[in-house]
Protein backbone atom coordinates (compact mmCIF):
# COMPACT_ATOMS: atom_id res chain seq x y z
CA UNK A 1 0.00 0.00 0.00
CA UNK A 2 0.58 3.90 -0.39
CA UNK A 3 3.76 4.80 2.19
CA UNK A 4 4.14 8.31 3.52
CA UNK A 5 7.57 8.60 5.52
CA UNK A 6 7.85 11.66 7.52
CA UNK A 7 11.28 12.90 9.20
CA UNK A 8 12.21 13.04 12.01
CA UNK A 9 9.78 11.90 13.98
CA UNK A 10 10.58 13.51 17.00
CA UNK A 11 13.26 17.04 17.49
CA UNK A 12 13.47 19.18 20.38
CA UNK A 13 15.44 22.37 20.25
CA UNK A 14 16.32 25.51 21.86
CA UNK A 15 13.86 28.39 21.16
CA UNK A 16 15.10 30.63 17.84
CA UNK A 17 16.36 27.92 15.98
CA UNK A 18 14.38 26.75 12.66
CA UNK A 19 13.75 23.17 12.22
CA UNK A 20 12.82 21.03 9.01
CA UNK A 21 10.53 18.47 8.54
CA UNK A 22 10.58 15.94 5.60
CA UNK A 23 7.61 14.20 4.03
CA UNK A 24 8.42 11.74 1.34
CA UNK A 25 6.00 9.96 -0.90
CA UNK A 26 7.69 6.17 -0.99
CA UNK A 27 5.68 4.45 -3.61
CA UNK A 28 3.45 6.83 -5.30
CA UNK A 29 3.71 10.36 -6.56
CA UNK A 30 2.17 13.11 -4.91
CA UNK A 31 1.63 16.78 -6.81
CA UNK A 32 -0.33 17.93 -3.52
CA UNK A 33 0.79 17.16 -0.44
CA UNK A 34 -1.04 18.79 2.94
CA UNK A 35 0.55 19.79 6.32
CA UNK A 36 -1.54 19.68 9.65
CA UNK A 37 -0.73 20.18 13.04
CA UNK A 38 -1.84 18.85 16.11
CA UNK A 39 -2.77 20.54 19.73
CA UNK A 40 -2.96 18.05 23.09
CA UNK A 41 -6.37 16.12 22.55
CA UNK A 42 -7.41 18.59 19.25
CA UNK A 43 -8.22 18.02 16.03
CA UNK A 44 -6.20 18.28 13.17
CA UNK A 45 -5.96 21.50 11.83
CA UNK A 46 -5.27 22.15 7.94
CA UNK A 47 -2.12 24.86 8.11
CA UNK A 48 -1.36 24.42 3.91
CA UNK A 49 -1.59 22.60 1.05
CA UNK A 50 1.37 22.36 -1.06
CA UNK A 51 1.55 21.56 -4.63
CA UNK A 52 4.71 20.64 -6.52
CA UNK A 53 6.41 23.39 -8.52
CA UNK A 54 4.17 26.29 -7.32
CA UNK A 55 3.68 27.82 -3.88
CA UNK A 56 1.71 26.44 -1.06
CA UNK A 57 -1.95 27.59 -0.42
CA UNK A 58 -1.54 28.54 3.61
CA UNK A 59 -4.91 28.22 5.37
CA UNK A 60 -6.37 31.51 7.20
CA UNK A 61 -4.72 32.63 10.45
CA UNK A 62 -1.38 30.50 9.61
CA UNK A 63 1.62 32.93 8.95
CA UNK A 64 3.58 31.43 5.88
CA UNK A 65 6.96 33.32 6.54
CA UNK A 66 6.71 31.17 9.78
CA UNK A 67 5.99 27.88 8.25
CA UNK A 68 8.03 27.70 4.76
CA UNK A 69 6.65 24.93 2.88
CA UNK A 70 8.93 23.50 -0.39
CA UNK A 71 7.29 20.68 -2.73
CA UNK A 72 10.24 20.51 -4.93
CA UNK A 73 9.80 17.25 -6.35
CA UNK A 74 6.98 14.38 -6.97
CA UNK A 75 7.95 12.67 -3.94
CA UNK A 76 9.02 15.08 -1.31
CA UNK A 77 7.70 18.29 0.58
CA UNK A 78 9.29 19.95 3.59
CA UNK A 79 7.62 22.15 6.27
CA UNK A 80 10.40 24.62 8.14
CA UNK A 81 9.41 25.78 10.96
CA UNK A 82 11.58 28.98 11.07
CA UNK A 83 12.84 30.71 14.48
CA UNK A 84 10.84 28.34 16.82
CA UNK A 85 9.69 29.55 19.44
CA UNK A 86 7.86 27.07 22.34
CA UNK A 87 4.29 27.76 21.43
CA UNK A 88 5.34 26.20 18.19
CA UNK A 89 5.57 23.05 20.16
CA UNK A 90 3.08 20.40 18.65
CA UNK A 91 2.50 17.37 16.66
CA UNK A 92 3.04 18.06 12.88
CA UNK A 93 1.73 15.65 10.18
CA UNK A 94 1.87 15.49 6.54
CA UNK A 95 -0.17 13.89 3.81
CA UNK A 96 0.11 13.05 0.66
CA UNK A 97 -2.23 12.58 -3.00
CA UNK A 98 -1.47 9.46 -5.42
CA UNK A 99 -1.46 11.64 -8.36
CA UNK A 100 -2.27 8.71 -10.46
CA UNK A 101 -4.54 6.43 -8.43
CA UNK A 102 -6.34 9.68 -7.09
CA UNK A 103 -9.53 9.00 -8.78
CA UNK A 104 -9.95 5.25 -8.23
CA UNK A 105 -7.81 5.38 -5.06
CA UNK A 106 -9.58 3.79 -1.97
CA UNK A 107 -8.83 6.88 0.06
CA UNK A 108 -8.31 10.38 -0.91
CA UNK A 109 -4.81 10.83 1.26
CA UNK A 110 -2.23 8.55 2.96
CA UNK A 111 -0.94 9.50 6.04
CA UNK A 112 2.70 10.24 7.70
CA UNK A 113 3.84 9.31 11.62
CA UNK A 114 4.07 12.22 12.45
CA UNK A 115 6.60 14.41 13.86
CA UNK A 116 6.77 15.99 17.79
CA UNK A 117 8.40 19.23 18.03
CA UNK A 118 9.67 20.20 21.36
CA UNK A 119 10.87 23.51 21.23
CA UNK A 120 12.82 24.72 24.94
CA UNK B 1 -18.34 25.72 4.69
CA UNK B 2 -18.07 21.81 6.17
CA UNK B 3 -17.40 20.64 9.02
CA UNK B 4 -18.35 17.54 11.25
CA UNK B 5 -18.88 16.70 14.93
CA UNK B 6 -18.14 14.26 17.00
CA UNK B 7 -19.91 14.61 20.03
CA UNK B 8 -18.59 12.22 22.51
CA UNK B 9 -14.73 12.93 23.54
CA UNK B 10 -14.74 9.72 25.41
CA UNK B 11 -16.37 6.45 24.89
CA UNK B 12 -15.54 3.42 26.90
CA UNK B 13 -16.91 -0.25 26.21
CA UNK B 14 -16.57 -3.52 27.35
CA UNK B 15 -14.53 -6.19 25.65
CA UNK B 16 -16.64 -7.98 23.42
CA UNK B 17 -19.22 -5.52 23.62
CA UNK B 18 -20.52 -3.99 20.35
CA UNK B 19 -19.24 -0.14 19.89
CA UNK B 20 -20.74 2.85 18.18
CA UNK B 21 -18.47 6.07 17.48
CA UNK B 22 -20.67 8.90 17.02
CA UNK B 23 -20.43 11.63 14.05
CA UNK B 24 -22.68 14.08 12.47
CA UNK B 25 -21.59 16.03 9.35
CA UNK B 26 -22.46 19.54 7.22
CA UNK B 27 -21.66 19.90 4.00
CA UNK B 28 -23.10 21.54 0.61
CA UNK B 29 -24.22 18.57 -1.96
CA UNK B 30 -23.30 15.27 -1.55
CA UNK B 31 -20.97 14.21 1.09
CA UNK B 32 -17.70 12.35 1.18
CA UNK B 33 -17.24 11.04 4.45
CA UNK B 34 -14.17 8.97 6.39
CA UNK B 35 -13.40 7.16 9.21
CA UNK B 36 -9.69 7.77 10.37
CA UNK B 37 -7.65 5.67 13.61
CA UNK B 38 -4.59 7.65 15.12
CA UNK B 39 -2.50 5.40 18.20
CA UNK B 40 -0.20 7.33 20.00
CA UNK B 41 2.23 9.38 18.41
CA UNK B 42 1.03 8.20 15.23
CA UNK B 43 -0.52 9.62 12.06
CA UNK B 44 -3.67 8.94 10.21
CA UNK B 45 -4.78 5.22 9.24
CA UNK B 46 -8.38 5.25 7.33
CA UNK B 47 -10.52 2.70 8.41
CA UNK B 48 -13.31 3.26 5.90
CA UNK B 49 -15.03 5.38 3.02
CA UNK B 50 -18.38 6.66 2.07
CA UNK B 51 -18.79 7.85 -1.56
CA UNK B 52 -22.17 6.55 -2.69
CA UNK B 53 -23.88 3.45 -3.07
CA UNK B 54 -24.78 1.02 0.00
CA UNK B 55 -25.79 3.59 3.17
CA UNK B 56 -23.19 0.45 5.25
CA UNK B 57 -20.12 0.43 4.47
CA UNK B 58 -17.39 -2.08 5.93
CA UNK B 59 -13.75 -1.50 6.17
CA UNK B 60 -10.57 -2.48 8.26
CA UNK B 61 -10.13 -4.31 11.49
CA UNK B 62 -13.82 -5.71 11.20
CA UNK B 63 -15.16 -1.70 11.59
CA UNK B 64 -18.29 -0.54 9.70
CA UNK B 65 -20.08 2.50 9.52
CA UNK B 66 -23.81 3.72 8.60
CA UNK B 67 -24.26 6.84 6.68
CA UNK B 68 -27.74 8.43 7.19
CA UNK B 69 -28.48 11.31 5.16
CA UNK B 70 -31.54 12.18 6.85
CA UNK B 71 -29.88 12.53 10.21
CA UNK B 72 -26.33 13.57 8.17
CA UNK B 73 -24.44 11.13 10.53
CA UNK B 74 -22.00 8.57 9.54
CA UNK B 75 -21.56 6.71 13.13
CA UNK B 76 -18.76 4.27 13.20
CA UNK B 77 -19.46 0.31 14.82
CA UNK B 78 -18.26 -2.73 15.49
CA UNK B 79 -20.02 -6.00 16.86
CA UNK B 80 -17.59 -6.69 19.38
CA UNK B 81 -14.57 -4.21 20.38
CA UNK B 82 -11.27 -5.97 21.12
CA UNK B 83 -8.58 -4.22 23.76
CA UNK B 84 -6.57 -3.33 20.42
CA UNK B 85 -9.47 -1.00 19.25
CA UNK B 86 -8.61 1.57 21.54
CA UNK B 87 -7.57 4.06 20.16
CA UNK B 88 -8.22 8.13 18.99
CA UNK B 89 -11.06 8.10 16.32
CA UNK B 90 -11.83 10.67 13.57
CA UNK B 91 -14.43 11.47 10.72
CA UNK B 92 -13.62 13.53 7.93
CA UNK B 93 -16.03 15.03 5.69
CA UNK B 94 -14.69 16.37 2.37
CA UNK B 95 -17.70 18.32 -0.39
CA UNK B 96 -15.34 16.50 -3.08
CA UNK B 97 -13.53 13.13 -3.50
CA UNK B 98 -9.81 13.63 -4.68
CA UNK B 99 -7.62 16.95 -4.54
CA UNK B 100 -9.71 18.76 -1.66
CA UNK B 101 -9.53 19.20 1.49
CA UNK B 102 -10.85 17.33 4.49
CA UNK B 103 -12.50 18.58 7.57
CA UNK B 104 -12.26 16.78 10.42
CA UNK B 105 -14.03 16.43 13.53
CA UNK B 106 -12.25 16.48 17.11
CA UNK B 107 -11.92 13.26 17.69
CA UNK B 108 -13.25 10.46 19.97
CA UNK B 109 -11.06 8.50 22.19
CA UNK B 110 -12.17 4.88 22.36
CA UNK B 111 -10.99 2.94 25.68
CA UNK B 112 -11.97 -0.83 25.30
CA UNK B 113 -11.94 -1.74 29.19
CA UNK B 114 -10.57 -6.13 28.94
Known amino acids: GAVVSQHPSRVICKSGTSVKIECRSLDFQATTMFWYRQFPKQSLMLMATSNEGSKATYEQGVEKDKFLINHASLTLSTLTVTSAHPEDSSFYICSARDRQRAPYSNQPQHFGDGTRLSIL | AQSVAQPEDQVNVAEGNPLTVKCTYS??????LFWYVQYPNRGLQFLLKYITGDNLVKGSYGFEAEFNKSQTSFHLKKPSALVSDSALYFCAVSSRFGNEKLTFGTGTRLTIIP
Open chain 2, 27 to 32: VSGNPY
